[in-house]
Nanobody, 126 residues
Framework: QVQLVESGGGLVHPGGSLRLSCAAS????????MAWFRQAPGRERDFVAA???????TYYADSVKGRFTISRDNKNTVALQMNSLEPEDTAVYYC????????????????????WGQGTQVTVSS
């Protein structure tokens, strides 16, 4: 089993920045692809950004491209740097992970992931 814990959420003004972090523990290893998803009230969980296990590949939703950056601090920690935040970015942000058996891909659908954190609230408001 893999446990994921997100941190770094909070309240920020429009145009501000936040950095989310996701720490993995338990049965971790090198071949875990990871991603961030978000869910606003009354909406489905949406893909935000993904990173391959080696960090050689990343992918972003169009709505965050150029503003958000996903990175791996090490094999067990993934960060999401969020700049130029907008009220539409308000949501609960979830970290996700899946074992890839060495395949160095990004995965974009929520059903691709079998490990999830409990989420961290991000609120963008003036």
């Amino acid at each position: 089993q893999v446990q994921l814990v997100e941190s770094g959420g909070g309240l920020v003004h429009p145009g501000g920045s936040l950095r989310l972090s996701c720490a993995a523990s338990g049965r971790t290893g090198s071949y875990y692809a990871m991603a961030w998803f978000r869910q606003a009230p009354g909406r489905e969980r949406d893909f935000v950004a993904a990173i391959s296990w080696s960090a050689s590949s990343t992918y972003y939703a169009d709505s965050v491209k150029g503003r958000f950056t996903i990175s791996r601090d090490n094999k067990n920690t993934v960060a999401l740097q969020m700049n130029s935040l907008e009220p539409e970015d308000t949501a609960v942000y979830y970290c996700a992970a899946r074992y890839t058996s060495g395949r160095d891909y990004t995965f974009l659908a929520s059903y691709d992931y079998n490990y999830w954190g409990q989420g961290t609230q991000v609120t963008v408001s003036s």
